[in-house]
């Protein structure tokens, strides 16, 4: 499955979750795909950390879905997150675990062990019980619905096995924000669908 | 449970708790246990134990955008495998995050395999720019919801750091 053409799948998925892209190329690839700007959080830079980010605000507002995207490359980095993604077990939030079996980033770089990872694998051996498994558009149209369902009662968690970048796709726009750009944008965003007070403030 | 400890313990929980602090996200190091518990047992709170130090910065980052109250809390070596997710993450977003650790290899711990924290904890602080906050005494716990307070302004990290007589008694 093509990253890009996996990634505006997903897209045309979408309600109105909010997104978490992770470093690397999943904040590329979430960009071109929607040039969302406001409900979504490019978390770039945050090597294996986007999940936990997502996990604290789904934690904090149990009312809105949340997507968090993470290479397996930062997976690698910190495979026991998903031991406190199945403590915390917020049904609220989906993990999609991109398998690209490289580091996208660094210009696909090797990923250690990539050609035995099983990722679902480790996921059900840690006691998730909401694991797919996606390697075509196919099977992403068919299987979405359920992976989405809204009575989910527990975190998902999602492998999309994925061909890394080619050195094209590697040229591709970073999302065009300063951090406190998007920290602003994607809070007053959250404070708008909410109500919460994220910032404390407004001037 | 010694007396002090627990005591202090309660205190700082409730200081946490009078600032809004909901999630506590938390490695251990022996002398926080007390906190821990207490923290694990009060309904105030959700207590998240996290794999490894970098998931609670995750976990409390991601909070504060969901405009929940947070604070992290782990031992001095735990912090010092913490630098990278702080400065990507609540640096570069200029998102808070309140982090309490412990001041391990100063004076009063008797452990050899801290005196690296000791020599090199707060110069790893400075180094980051991180203001911290020395808590030695249990009249000075008051002054966690004004560091709290300061992460919210400042929009950027900042340590408390709890002593050993604090924390577990002098000896």
């Known amino acids: 499955m093509k990253y890009l053409d996996c990634f505006r799948a997903i897209a045309r998925h979408r309600t109105d979750e909010i997104v978490v892209a992770s470093a690397g190329n999943s904040c590329q690839a979430w960009w071109a795909a929607t040039r969302d700007s406001v409900g979504s959080f490019y978390l770039d830079a945050s090597m294996s950390l986007s999940s936990m980010f997502a996990s604290g605000i789904a934690l904090a507002q149990p009312e809105l879905k949340v997507w968090a995207f993470m290479g397996d490359g930062a997976f690698c980095m910190n495979p026991g997150m998903l031991m406190v993604e199945r403590q915390m077990n917020l049904p609220n939030l989906t993990h999609f675990l991109v398998s690209n079996r490289v580091y996208g980033a660094t210009s696909n770089a090797g990923l250690p062990n990539f050609k035995d990872n099983d990722y679902a694998a480790i996921a059900r051996g840690m006691g998730l019980e909401r694991v797919f498994a996606i390697s075509s558009i196919d099977q992403l149209e068919r299987e979405f619905p359920a992976l989405k369902a809204a009575n989910a009662k527990a975190h998902t968690f999602v492998v999309l096995e994925v061909e890394p970048f080619t050195d094209e796709e590697q040229k591709i726009e970073q999302p065009p924000f300063d951090g406190p ?16 007070s994220v910032f404390g403030y407004k001037i | 449970m010694s007396g002090q400890s627990s005591d202090s313990a309660k205190r700082i929980a409730d200081e946490l708790a009078s600032c809004g602090v909901k999630l506590v996200a938390s490695l251990p190091d022996n002398w926080v246990m007390d906190v821990i518990n207490t923290i694990e047992n009060d309904d105030r709170f959700v207590h998240v134990p996290v794999n490894r130090e970098e998931s609670a910065v995750g976990l409390c980052s991601g909070a504060y955008m969901g405009a929940m109250g947070s604070a992290a809390l782990m031992g001095a070596s735990g912090f010092m495998t913490v630098v990278y997710a702080i400065t990507k993450i609540n640096y570069t977003y200029e998102i808070p995050l309140f982090l309490m650790a412990t001041l391990r290899g100063a004076v009063g711990d008797h452990h050899k395999h801290h005196i690296s924290n000791g020599l090199y ?46 924390l577990r008694g002098a000896h």
């Open chain 2, 121 to 166: 904890l707060l110069p790893v602080l400075d180094a980051i720019s991180m203001p911290y906050q020395i808590i030695d005494k249990p009249e000075d716990i008051g002054l966690i919801s004004r560091c709290y307070r300061h992460t919210r302004t400042y929009a950027r990290p900042l340590a408390i750091l709890f002593t050993r007589d604090l």
């Open chain 1, 181 to 196: 750009e998007l920290k602003f944008r994607f809070g007053r965003h959250l404070e708008s669908k909410t109500g919460a």
